[in-house]
């Protein structure tokens, strides 16, 4: 059975950062991309940020130069390093993992607050 498990959410205050962590276990087939997505009450759900199984990482127009996605393939992780955070970044954050064979999981959210 797979599961991905998220950590790191909670509440910071603008300017701050946090770290979020994805965990994958029960897979079976080769990973192709992991990937954060996020959705904020009332919008639709957005990429944050992806990555490739090769490195090669892309990200969401409003994050660019705040957040970097890093990966660990052996442990089947993924992080997303989020930076300068601001009250608009406050949403629930979703791991996304898409395997080889274009079947994709996703982990249950955690939530992020940026408020002072």
């Known amino acids: 059975q797979v599961q991905l498990v998220e950590s790191g959410g909670g509440l910071v205050q603008p300017g701050g950062s946090l770290r979020l962590s994805c965990a994958a276990s029960?897979?079976?087939?080769?990973?192709?991309?992991m990937a954060w997505y996020r959705q904020a009450p009332g919008k639709q759900r957005e990429l944050a940020a992806v990555?490739?199984?090769?490195?090669?990482?892309d990200y969401g127009d409003s994050v660019k130069g705040r957040f970097t996605i890093s990966r660990d393939s052996a442990k089947r992780t993924v992080h997303l390093q989020m930076n300068s955070l601001k009250p608009e970044d406050t949403a629930v954050y979703y791991c996304n993992v898409e395997l080889i064979t274009s079947q994709s999981y996703w982990g249950q959210g955690t939530q992020v607050t940026v408020s002072s």
């Open positions: 029960g897979i079976i087939f080769k990973i192709n991309t």
């Open positions: 990555i490739t199984s090769g490195g090669s990482t």
